[in-house]
């Protein structure tokens, strides 16, 4: 179990030094690790919520896609589907199939089912 730790803490040191340098793809990562509570850290949902916005303003698509899902549900933070719905517009333009996917899952829910396909 202490080598478990000692591997967990080296990991998130790596992650944490790349997140100063700002990669996207770590601070994504970070915000995983926020909001389940791993690698040592807390559960800290509004840091995850926080580390994904800044994550998807520079660039990570993923993040838009965790952000889309948790204001369109509600998972972890008040549910506002239009910023959900953004979110998923945002990741889905630039590439990102499974925020195209939940677009086009919201659009069947709607009765839009032209656009759902």
């Known amino acids: 179990?202490?080598?478990l730790g000692s591997l967990d803490a080296?990991?998130?040191a790596m992650i944490?030094?790349?997140v100063h340098k700002g990669d996207a793809n770590l601070i994504k990562n970070l915000a995983d690790?926020?909001?389940h509570g791993s690698l040592g850290l807390a559960k800290d949902v509004p840091r995850a919520i926080e580390s994904w916005t800044k994550a998807s303003e520079i660039g990570s698509l993923d993040a838009h896609h965790e952000l889309g899902h948790r204001y369109y549900f509600g998972d972890g933070i008040e549910e506002d589907?239009?910023?959900?719905i953004y979110h998923w517009v945002q990741a889905a333009v630039r590439g990102d199939v499974e925020s195209r996917h939940k677009l086009g899952d919201v659009a069947c829910d709607y009765g839009n089912y032209e656009l759902a396909v």
């Open 10 to 12: 080296s990991l998130l």
């Open 1 to 3: 179990a202490a080598e």
């Open 33 to 35: 690790r926020y909001y």
């Open 16 to 18: 944490q030094e790349r």
């Open 81 to 84: 589907e239009k910023k959900g």
